[in-house]
């Protein structure tokens, strides 16, 4: 008897994780929710090359580069390759780098407590085959710092997080692009 009625409970809570799963995946896709990406079929591959520095900041396309690699490969959309064998090729400008004064020391107005940096860049996302551009948008990637010592060395430490802010934009851009 007991046996009995462990499995009723166990087809009846069964029955109501499938049913709790048909609700919830129709229901998000009713909203527009999707689970994977929206690219158009076909495009599994892409090329990224160096991104083109039009700022006056020294090796900023080094740090958002990988970290765009990087980024792309943790999101797993799209494969990073070479350029031969990619279905699209991601070319980004990086066109500004600046720095804006969030708080200032309470005792002196003219001395600035934190930054706000912001990394603007221009994206196209090209079809390697046709030339034919599938998206274009700009991006910005920020974070805030608080310059401990001299300011150039605390605005080296912030950039590769505002590099990582500036990735996640991009692939995010692209990915969801359609």
Not at 120 to 140: C, I, P, W
């Amino acid at each position: 008897m007991q046996k009995n009625k462990q499995r009723g409970v166990l087809a009846v809570t069964a029955a109501l994780g499938v049913g709790l799963a048909v609700f919830v995946g129709t229901g998000c896709s009713m909203l527009g929710y999707s689970v994977g990406n929206s690219l158009p079929p076909g495009i599994n591959v892409v090329h990224v090359p160096s991104f083109e520095n039009k700022t006056t900041e020294p090796q900023l396309e080094l740090y958002t580069t990988q970290a765009t690699i990087s980024e792309l490969q943790r999101e797993g959309s799209l494969m990073v390759g070479d350029l031969g064998k990619s279905d699209v090729v991601l070319h980004v400008d990086l066109i500004d780098l600046s720095l804006q004064p969030l708080r200032y020391e309470a005792d002196a107005s003219t001395t600035t407590r934190e930054y706000r940096m912001t990394i603007r860049a221009e994206l196209r996302l090209v079809e390697r085959s046709t030339d034919k551009v599938l998206a274009k948008n700009t991006v910005k990637g920020e974070t805030d710092f608080v310059p401990f010592g001299d300011l150039s060395t605390a605005k080296r430490d912030a950039l590769p997080k505002a590099s990582a802010d500036l990735a996640h934009k991009i692939v995010k851009s692209i990915v969801e692009f359609w």
